[in-house]
């Protein structure tokens, strides 16, 4: 069986742009979370998505934002790029909400900002 | 609210010697407990996790675990360090009851440096 997939899995961008990056759960599993890993702040959650919803979210300013597909797909996107989001994004997927035992994590996105 | 603390930001073993990373946590409510392993430029990889069944956890590449629910303590033993086990550990805690839906709260993370 497939693990989670992440694409791109390297990306540079520069201040105020805008990133878009993609996440594909294994397959049978419905949820969708994202966390942000940086070296100062370690491993934060951003947001959980179940069946096209957002079902948590964590503190972090609007311009992250994230998105469920009916496959399960999710993406997420990050509006007028900082130096600080530079940043390992990690996606992983559960069978549903609520069951984070069943959680296993994707290989992760590194973003530099420059 | 929930949070994790990871005794020791760095650990240093020689090969064959006992590995011993700490971990406490704090919750309200019943929790998970995980432990992840963190190779460079990779994800996470789950090496075991408790979830209320029972309280001494086996896991992957001869690693244990065991919940201490007094101790609010979930630390992580190997009885014989491998160069391969050189990495970064990271203890994680979430809510059995579904509350905070697939939210993982991590520590701080623990690297494990392994001597010949």
């Known amino acids: 069986k497939a693990g989670v997939t992440q694409t791109p899995r390297y990306l540079i961008k520069t201040r105020g742009q805008q990133v878009t990056l993609s996440c594909s759960p294994i397959?049978?599993?419905?949820?969708v979370s994202w966390y942000q890993q940086t070296p100062g702040q370690g491993l934060q959650f951003l947001f959980e998505?179940?069946?096209?919803?957002?079902?948590n979210k964590g503190n972090f300013p609007g311009r992250f934002s994230g998105r469920q597909f009916s496959n399960s797909r999710s993406e997420m996107n990050v509006s007028t790029l900082e130096l600080g989001d530079s940043a390992l994004y990690l996606c992983?997927?559960?069978?549903?909400?609520?069951?984070?035992?069943?959680?296993?994590f994707g290989p992760g996105t590194r973003l530099l900002v420059l | 609210a929930q949070s994790v603390t990871q005794l020791g930001s760095h650990v240093s073993v020689s090969e064959g010697a006992l590995v011993l990373l700490r971990c406490n946590y704090s919750?309200?409510?019943?929790?998970?407990l995980f432990w992840y392993v963190q190779y460079p430029n990779q994800g996470l990889q789950l090496l075991l996790k408790?979830?209320?069944?029972?309280?001494l956890v086996k896991g992957i590449n001869g690693f244990e675990a065991e919940f201490k629910k007094s101790e609010t303590s979930f630390h992580l033993t190997k009885p014989s360090a491998h160069m391969s086990d050189a990495a970064e550990y990271f203890c994680?805690?979430?809510?059995?009851?579904?509350?905070?839906?697939?939210?993982?709260?991590f520590g701080q993370g623990t690297i494990l440096t392994v001597h010949p």
């Open positions: 992983a997927s559960s069978l549903a909400s609520g069951r984070p035992e069943t959680q296993y």
């Open positions: 397959s049978g599993h419905r949820s």
């Open positions: 998505y179940f069946s096209e919803t957002q079902r």
């Open positions: 919750s309200s409510v019943p929790p998970y």
């Open positions: 408790y979830t209320s069944a029972a309280t």
């Open positions: 994680a805690v979430s809510d059995a009851g579904g509350t905070s839906y697939g939210k993982l709260t």
